[in-house]
């Protein structure tokens, strides 16, 4: 069965950090790219950012430029969302995904994405 885990979810004060990792089992996502995603209460799932399967290309949306980062670890098949100078707007359900589309596809959002973790709550306090 295939599964993707997330974890590091918690509270932190405004300007803080976490680091949220996505545990992958069941099969290996070495040719997959993966995508972050978020949903705060009361709205919409939001395209976070995405990291391709190679490793060497990123994306992120515009709020989060600068201060978050996704890495991967594939011999650990474990992904990673790093994320700086958090606010309070960034309080959400945090899930990672994967998926075997092509890059525009990946950049665009959720409909690319094959496999989803259950979520990491990420609560930043003012």
């Known amino acids: 069965q295939v599964q993707l885990v997330e974890s590091g979810g918690g509270l932190v004060q405004a300007g803080g950090s976490l680091r949220l990792s996505c545990t992958a089992s069941g099969r290996t996502f070495t040719t997959h790219a993966v995508g972050w995603f978020r949903q705060a209460p009361g709205k919409e799932r939001e395209f976070v950012g995405a990291?391709?399967?190679?490793?060497?290309?990123?994306y992120y949306i515009e709020s989060v430029k600068g201060r978050f980062t996704i890495s991967r670890v594939d011999s650990k098949n474990t992904f990673y969302l790093q994320m700086n100078s958090l606010k309070p707007e960034d309080t959400a359900v945090y899930y990672c995904a994967t998926s075997r589309r092509d890059w525009d596809t990946v950049r665009a959002g959720a409909r690319g994405y094959d496999y989803w973790g259950q979520g990491t709550q990420v609560t930043v306090a003012s």
């Open positions: 990291i391709d399967w190679t490793g060497s290309y990123t």
